[in-house]
């Protein structure tokens, strides 16, 4: 991370006009996208969660850092798109019930649309009938969840089996991820697919659509 420690330091602070000008810089020096965001930006939410997690910091800082990335972020965006596409399929993606997390979630979202997916973003804390009704509307081909708690990932079996007595599940695909979901859990809970970032993200839904 020693390559972007400033962007790193304006991160933990919650300074998103020096973030976005180091954001910037780095980009401006020839830094790649995926580069700022793996080591720049992911690596320093990891800092900030430990540091929450040690008592040095508290709801309001990780709040104020998660702010400072997302708008860094949006400066990376235009990168991970991947050119002229048609529509690689339907993704409907949402953060689960109780969940307010959704920097990962809006990652994913970000590099599957650059990828050519077409996405409806439910958002945040979204109840397993919220995803049926609209799952209903926009009859997606990917169902995605994404959980940060440990005390929220049993929405995700809500979810399917939710999906499941709507006469959806065999209609569509289920993703899950997030920090502390597992591969082992993805089987467990009988989801189609699992995946650990927001690159694999679209890869998974590629080959689980068999597109390329
Ligand atoms: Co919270 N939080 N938080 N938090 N927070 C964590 C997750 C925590 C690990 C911090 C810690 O204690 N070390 C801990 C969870 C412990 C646990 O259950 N295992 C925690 C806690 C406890 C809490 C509260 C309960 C704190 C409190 O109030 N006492 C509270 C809960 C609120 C709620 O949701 N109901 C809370 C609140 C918050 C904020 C609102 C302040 C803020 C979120 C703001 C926001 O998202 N807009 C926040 C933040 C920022 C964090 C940390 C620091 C950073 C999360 C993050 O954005 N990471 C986090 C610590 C950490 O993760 N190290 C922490 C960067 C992001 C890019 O990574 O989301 O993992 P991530 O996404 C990755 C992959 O997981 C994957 O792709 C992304 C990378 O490419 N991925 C998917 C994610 N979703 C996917 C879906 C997919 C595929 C891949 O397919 C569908």
């Not at 996405?119 to 969840?145: H, N, R």
């Not at 959980?147 to 709507?166: G, R, V």
């Amino acid at each position: 991370m020693s390559d972007f420690k400033a962007l790193a330091e304006a991160v933990i602070k919650g300074d998103i006009k020096t973030a976005m000008a180091e954001t910037q810089s780095a980009l401006d020096a020839g830094s790649s996208a995926q580069d700022i965001l793996d080591r720049g930006l992911i690596a320093t939410m990891d800092e900030v969660g430990e540091r929450f997690s040690k008592g040095l910091i508290f709801v309001p800082q990780m709040l104020r850092s998660a702010k400072t990335m997302q708008e860094c972020t949006k400066l990376l965006q235009p990168f991970f798109k991947e050119g002229d596409i048609t529509s690689k399929g339907r993704v409907l993606i949402g953060t689960v019930k109780g969940d307010l997390h959704d920097i990962g979630k809006n990652l994913v979202s970000m590099m599957m649309e650059g990828a050519g997916f077409t996405i409806t973003d439910l958002g945040v804390d979204v109840s397993p009938e919220k995803f049926v009704q609209k799952a209903q509307e926009v009859e997606p081909d990917i169902v995605a969840m994404s959980a940060l708690l440990s005390t929220t990932m049993p929405a995700m079996p809500q979810t399917i089996e939710a999906l499941q007595k709507a006469g959806l599940r065999d209609k569509v695909k289920v993703m899950i991820g997030g920090a502390p979901v597992t591969e082992k859990y993805a089987q467990k809970i009988k989801a189609d697919s699992y995946a650990s970032d927001a690159g694999s993200a679209v890869s998974k839904a590629k080959k689980l659509l068999g597109v390329s």
